[in-house]
């Protein structure tokens, strides 16, 4: 069974910066890919960034250049380095990580950008 816990959200203002940390833990072996998704009120989640078993990465258009996900192999953690924060970027934020085909989430994390 593979745990996912975030840490790191919070209420900040617009333009200020946030980083979110996820750990897995559990029967999780390898590198795997982990990703950050987020759902607003009344919106579906969607997919922020994500990093594959390769070390490539992926955003979304909405947070390409303020938005950098990372992650420490050795720790099984996964980062997302959040800049120039806006508010429309307010939501829960949510790890998964895929494991053996199965996709496991943290409980998420609110993220809330207000002035």
């Known amino acids: 069974q593979v745990q996912v816990v975030e840490s790191g959200g919070g209420l900040v203002e617009p333009g200020s910066s946030l980083r979110l940390s996820c750990a897995a833990s559990?029967?999780?072996?390898?590198?795997?890919?982990m990703a950050w998704y987020r759902q607003a009120p009344g919106k579906q989640r969607e997919l922020v960034a994500g990093?594959?078993?390769?070390?490539?990465?992926k955003y979304a258009d909405s947070v390409k250049g303020r938005f950098t996900i990372s992650r420490d192999i050795a720790k099984k953690m996964t980062y997302l380095q959040m800049n120039g924060l806006k508010n429309e970027d307010t939501a829960v934020y949510y790890c998964?990580?895929?494991?053996?085909?199965?996709?496991?989430w943290g409980q998420g994390i609110q993220v809330t950008v207000s002035s």
């Open positions: 990093i594959y078993p390769n070390g490539q990465t």
């Open positions: 998964n990580v895929l494991y053996r085909g199965h996709d496991n």
């Open positions: 559990g029967l999780i072996f390898g590198v795997n890919t």
